[in-house]
């Protein structure tokens, strides 16, 4: 039941550059997208959300975009910093389904300073 | 800043035996969640509750599980009897309002630290 996809495990960033981190989705009932952050030893926190009515939302160094006609989003952070190295979910909701959040399997960022 | 706790941080059992997993949501949050993580897998929902009852249970939440708020500030999931595959990070959250905003709103679920359940 891979309806959440983050193709990528692992990503490494210099210092400074632009981390971007690519999410891949198949069901069509999902409204509202999501990106959680989790450190080791933390629970997931909430990032940035994005409603399936835009297509950009911006949050100071993080962006994230929705290409609802190639049912994909991507985070972007810029400029990258050491303290952004975490492991990032993507993750969504569904209209008929609100409690329920289905996560992708995450993707390893480390930024290298 | 306010936070969800979880108790205890790591829990060992043997096979077939009973645990319980405690949760102090946030205090004025009205909306409970447990989710599950197995090693090398994603965070998978397990189940909500709002109002004392279950609003919402994935497949995973069978017979063997059961949620309960017991006072004014606990939430706690019981596994009846263990299985090996129930070895997983377990994370509590809670949220102030259900996520059922509509396609404008998302209300933030926020996560516990987790505990990490080994079955023996």
């Known amino acids: 039941d891979q309806q959440v996809k983050q193709n990528s495990p692992s990503l490494s960033v210099q210092e400074g550059r632009i981390s971007i981190l690519n999410c891949d989705y198949t069901n069509s009932m999902f409204d509202y997208f999501l990106w959680y952050k989790k450190y080791p030893a933390e629970g997931p926190t909430f990032l940035i959300s994005i409603s399936s009515i835009k297509d950009k939302n911006e949050d100071g160094r993080f962006t994230v975009f929705l290409n609802k006609s190639a049912k994909h989003l991507s985070l972007h952070i810029v400029p990258s910093q050491p303290g952004d190295s975490a492991v990032y979910f993507c993750a969504a909701r569904m209209k008929t389904s609100y409690d329920k959040v289905i996560f992708g399997p995450g993707t390893s960022l480390s930024v290298i300073p | 800043e306010p936070e969800v706790t979880q108790t205890p941080s790591h829990q060992v059992t043997q096979m077939g035996q009973e645990v319980i997993l405690r949760c102090v949501p946030i205090?004025?949050?009205?909306?409970f969640y447990w989710y599950r993580q197995i090693l090398g897998q994603k965070v998978e929902f397990l189940v909500s509750?709002?109002?004392?009852?279950?609003?919402?249970k994935s497949e995973i939440f069978d017979d063997q599980f059961s949620v309960e708020r017991p006072d004014g500030s606990n939430f706690t999931l019981k596994i009846r009897s263990t299985k090996l595959e129930d070895s997983a990070m377990y994370f509590c959250?809670?949220?102030?309002?259900?996520?059922?905003?509509?396609?404008?709103?998302?209300?933030?679920?926020?996560f516990g630290p987790g505990t990490r359940l080994t079955v023996l």
């Open positions: 959250a809670s949220s102030e309002e259900s996520l059922a905003g509509g396609p404008s709103s998302y209300n933030e679920q926020f």
């Open positions: 205090s004025n949050h009205l909306y």
């Open positions: 509750f709002y109002n004392n009852e279950i609003s919402e």
